[in-house]
């Protein structure tokens, strides 16, 4: 049995033997914790911080009883979520964790996070209904079960010291999940065929891996000094978090086999900064770097950002979408066929038949679930050859990230910009007095307003309503995919000079769109966006160290659903900095492990449940891996 702590809000405990089991599964004790395997003690308050989560958590004892465990941010001491029960692992580096051999058994997460009537997963019995905790007298002695209700009212009552094997049943369906029978084999078939759906797809990224590895690829350069000069006009404090991505991409650029890293960060956490570095090294050592994104209005921000940034270095960028003119782009395309350019920013245009290059060395790839089949195929024979950076803003839950660990190259950035603050969110019925107060108080410190209003249809009409309740000095413009290229490209180099005040908009602004001094966001109609959407759109602000707003407006005296009205809750509850893994568990309807897995993997998540499918994950991880360690790989890469 692997060690671990258990604790849960109401049971008994020895303070004592508390501080013991922490030093044994590798804790250390410090006067205040700041990272990952920190822990201290004050009093009856006994901080934590579990290698297994984003942030710490707060112990409060009353005598000889846990009386509440909370999440808590480290710099302010500011309590945030409270939880009903935790386990404890062991620290990743220590002796004892790294003798684990993984099973289904072991948790991936800290938390089991549970409320009276809740929906869980017990790895042996399947889907039941949470009932709460009950003392039971067994050998003279009453302990503590959880009592879990299955089909047919038929009732489980689990040790607490087996709490590792229940957890709360997530998926991502808003579908109320079939409990399950005891005493059948029908949890057991629905189990077995979750695991032959993830052996494929490990098996399948492993020996994607297996046959990048077997192939020699380019081996870029150390750092040069124009390297370090370049890295040096970035005008802000790189994060722990992006130092940390970069060195994982620096070292998988200088290491012979082609590199196929995925780096996750939240809106604003500096994915850009780390592709733009990557792109740098690649053409200081002569070969070019190809930029995809999904938007070309995204394209043509990351033009001018990568351009102002050079103006300094002999490095050609030039841009590749609808906004060119067949001539340019025909000038572009003999440019990067011959090598005269070294980067090339574009969207899926950038992988049609008559884009040739002369020496391309890495290829960037911003949110790639939104290109089609047809840019996937051609991306993944890409990845055998070229290096590869894929970007995502999409949060991964720390748990999936735990358990692709050993299968995906990740790299994640979780730490915001050290000058950011927290966005005030407001959700609110819609109110012209309202709409008219924030954009004027934006505009009046300089700052400028997204307005999103996704109805072409009747934008026109919605622009004379604003222009109406607005005072006639602010400038206003309107953006939207319809529009000539040229004429949105006005508006949109107009809106990033500060030119316009208010741009009113549709959902083109949801990826990457990064302008500093907008600082107000205001989305209309907010209950029909899903929740990451939403929490994408809200990170369209805030980037820097000025208190930035994000309005969602719902409908005046129009209900809006229960589900909408929980979406509404959860952009509240979890506004904090950093809180995207939270929204990612959160909401059922996210995009994320269809993302990073492929769609066919949502039917094994909804079957066992997303804790459960991430045990299977990394338990299947370290099977294969053994068997490929025994040479078995290699057969299959030659065939």
Known sequence: MFKSLKLYTGCQVELDKI??????????????????????RRGEIIDIYPSTFELPIRISLDFDTVASIKTFVPRSGELLWEHRMVIVLPVRSSHSFRTVVFSEEVPVSSFVDLNIGDYVVHNKHGIGKFLGLQKIKAQNRARDHLVIEYER??????????MNLVQKYVAFNIRRPKLNRLGTKEWLRAKERAKKGIQKMVWDILSLQAMRMSMEGFAFSPDSEWQKQFEATFPYQETPGQVKAVIDVKTDMENPRSMDRLLCGN?????????????????????QAAYLVPTTILAEQHYHNFSSRLVDFPVKVQLLCRFRTEREQKSILAGVA??????????HRLLSDDVVFKNLGLVIIDEEQRFGVKAKEKLKALRLTTDVLTLTATPIPRTLYMSLMGAKDLSVINTPPGNRLPIKTIVVEYDEEVIRDAIVREVNRNGQVFFLHNRIQDIEKFREKLRNILPPSVRLGIGHG????KELESVMSDFFEGKMDVLLCTMIIESGIDVPNANTIIVDNAHTFGLSDLHQLRGRVGRFDRPAYAYFLLPRHGSIGADARKRMD??????????GFKIAMEDLEIRGAGNLLGVQQHGFIAAVGFDLYCRLIRETVGTLKKVMADGTIQNIVRS
């Not at 009212?153 to 087996?162: A, S, W």
């Not at 570095?277 to 002569?286: E, Q």
């Not at 509240?572 to 950093?578: H, K, P, R």
């Open 19 to 40: 501080l013991v089991s922490l030093v044994e599964l590798g804790y250390k004790r410090q006067e205040n914790i700041a990272d990952e395997g920190d822990f201290s």
């Open 482 to 485: 319809q529009m000539l290229p």
């Open 338 to 347: 011959a090598g005269a350019v070294d980067i090339v920013i574009g969207t």
């Open 153 to 162: 009212q038929e009732k489980l009552y689990v040790p607490v010291d087996q």
């Open 570 to 579: 959860a952009l509240q509850t979890y506004a904090y900095l950093g809180s």
């Open 267 to 287: 809106v604003g956490y500096g994915k850009t900064e780390v592709a733009m570095r990557a792109a740098f090294k690649a053409v200081m050592d002569g070969k």
